[in-house]
């Protein structure tokens, strides 16, 4: 089966791409630096041509709240249109446990914004949203940073590493499209400012975090139920401090 994975060079999908080829699959690592731009179209007739799947697990360059906007709603539009015109027969999408509750945040309105596209479009679809990733718990300290200080609010939320959301992606890829939501999620739930401070002193950064009940989270509101996925969730094995311990100096991202 041909596959094409949108974002295929970002963090999630560049662990997807072997996964795919391992199961035998033709999986096409797609993004600007392999010569497609979902924005432009540059390169996307060409990639998706003869391709049964697109995972779209790209993001957006700025995440300022009219530039996000932007993003998602034309890569979005420009994707759906190609595959419409290539008859893919399948569009799954990775986006985040909790977005319909984050209206407040620009970045999460944008979010909302690409699901409904993907659910008015003929083709059929796979919503994938995932909680935070490992690999961000640094950047979240990056973007809450008040003065010298993160400031973080100290709610639960119960993240997953980048390696087990690719894993789930890509068994929902191959399958069939469900046309709804899955959430995918880690197996543990942590007070967030707590699980920012241990992995700020695990990276011997110094920076002090503090639990701030008005703390916003990406410009949002949060308490305990924001991020927390529902019963149905399908969880992740790797735990937290097994993966900390894997991948000491893990590359973090900048945020999310
Ligand atoms: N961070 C979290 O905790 C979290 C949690 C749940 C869900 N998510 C979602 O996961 C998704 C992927 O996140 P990620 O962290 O893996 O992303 P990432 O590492 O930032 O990678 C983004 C990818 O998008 C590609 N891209 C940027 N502009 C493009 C364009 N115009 N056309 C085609 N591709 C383009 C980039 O290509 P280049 O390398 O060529 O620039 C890169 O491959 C996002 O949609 C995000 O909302 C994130």
Redesign the pocket.
């Known amino acids: 089966m041909k596959i094409v994975v949108?974002?295929?060079?970002?963090?999630?999908?560049?662990k997807l791409v072997p996964k795919l080829r391992e199961h035998g699959h033709e999986a096409v690592a797609?993004?600007?630096?392999?010569g497609?731009?979902?924005?432009?179209g540059e390169g996307l007739a060409e990639a998706l041509r003869d391709a049964s799947v697109v995972v779209?697990?790209?993001?957006?360059?700025s995440w300022e709240d009219a530039a996000v906007m932007k993003?998602f709603e034309t890569?979005t539009r420009n994707l759906l249109t190609y595959e419409a015109a290539a008859g893919v027969g399948h569009h799954v999408?990775?986006?985040?446990?909790g977005t319909q509750r984050l209206s407040e945040s620009g970045?999460f309105r944008a979010?909302i914004a690409q699901e409904q596209l993907i659910k008015e479009s003929s083709i059929p679809y796979s919503i994938v949203?995932?909680?935070?990733?490992f690999?961000?718990v640094k950047?979240l300290a990056d973007i809450s940073m008040v003065g010298d200080k993160a400031h973080l609010p100290p709610v639960l939320f119960q993240?997953m590493s980048?390696d087990d959301?690719a894993t789930a992606v890509g068994k929902i890829a191959v399958g069939s499209p469900i046309n709804g939501t899955v959430e995918i999620a880690g197996p543990e739930q942590f007070r967030m400012d707590e699980l920012v401070r241990r992995r700020l002193a695990q990276l011997g950064d110094a920076r002090e975090v503090i639990a701030d009940p008005n703390a916003l989270y990406s410009g949002a509101k949060i308490d305990d139920r924001t991020l927390v996925p529902g019963n149905n969730a399908r969880l992740g094995e790797t735990r937290f401090e097994t993966w900390a311990g894997q991948v000491p100096h893990a590359k973090s991202?900048p945020?999310?």
């Open positions: 949108i974002g295929g060079s970002g963090l999630i999908g560049s797609a993004s600007p630096d392999s497609v731009n979902t924005i432009t779209d697990v790209s993001n957006s360059p993003f890569s999408a990775l986006s985040v446990v970045y979010k949203q995932a909680t935070q990733f690999e961000f950047g993240p980048a959301v991202q945020a999310a």
